[in-house]
């Protein structure tokens, strides 16, 4: 484990593997840099892999008050201590964070983005519009648990029953922890989970290469949002993993993520 100084003085935790050029992965709501080794195992017989904890995750620090801007900015940090650029993965909402990232204009080369969790239609149920302030309370009043749950059923659709036996597993207690880091990620995807259409200027200067996936047994709302995140897009593809789920395996990604970083 390394660490980099972001630029309001957090310290973002990060391992680094491999050798070529630079891959910055960038995880979803309530992952640590653990989840993406598998991946970066894969790849670093191409490419020097950074997988790093978001702020107020893992090993890494957190700053009060929140904002996107320091997400942003501890990616930057990561790019320089790259070497100056990078190419960038992101899955679900740290596709995200990785694509607000290069909408404001970091050193992103390339920029691969799986299972975007957008909410462009009628095919599931919007988030509440009070999504961020109910998980922010339900922390706040030591609630965690019940933040991951809210999570679970209102932002990701998992059913009731489902999530009941999930808080009887180990896994559990890891997503307490992190659970105050869900509005976070709230606020990364802004309006965008409200079941309208995405407005194709809000990233409009993201004019690199870019590569939109999903799973192809992801659910159809992930799949619908992928494909509108591509249309209007300057510069994207869009590819489906056959086979996979949002919970993509590492085997299947990454060969897609090596023809398309190789250019």
């Not at 940090?77 to 993965?89: C, H, Q, R, S």
């Amino acid at each position: 484990m390394r660490k980099v100084v972001s630029k309001d003085g957090t310290a973002i935790a990060f391992d680094k593997t491999g050798q070529g050029p630079a891959i910055i992965l960038v995880g979803g709501a309530l992952s640590a840099r653990s989840a993406a080794a598998p991946l970066a195992s894969l790849l670093a017989a191409r490419f020097t892999v950074f997988a790093y904890d978001r702020r107020g995750r893992g090993d890494s620090g957190d700053t009060a008050p929140y904002a996107v801007e320091c997400e942003v900015e501890d990616i930057d940090a990561l790019i320089k201590e790259a070497g100056g650029t990078a190419f960038v993965l992101g899955h679900s909402s740290g596709a995200v964070l990785a694509l607000e990232a290069a909408a404001r204009g970091l050193a992103i080369t390339r920029l691969a983005l799986f299972d975007p969790p957008f909410i462009v239609d009628d095919s599931r149920p919007p988030v509440p519009n009070d999504y961020v302030a109910q998980v922010n309370e339900l922390v706040s009043a030591g609630r965690r648990g019940d933040a991951v749950e809210f999570f679970m059923t209102q932002a990701v659709g998992v059913p009731d029953d489902l999530v009941a036996q999930m808080r009887g597993m180990p896994m559990w207690a890891a997503m307490e922890k992190v659970a105050h880091t869900l509005a976070y990620d709230g606020k990364i995807m802004g309006d965008n989970m409200a079941g309208h259409s995405l407005q194709a200027n809000q990233w409009a200067s993201v004019t690199i290469p870019t590569l939109v996936m999903d799973g192809g047994a992801s659910p159809v709302w992930m799949r619908n949002a992928a494909r509108a995140l591509a249309d209007i897009l300057p510069h994207a593809q869009y590819h489906t993993v056959e086979g996979q789920t949002h919970d993509v395996a590492p085997g299947a990604l990454a060969p897609v993520l090596v023809e398309f970083f190789k250019g």
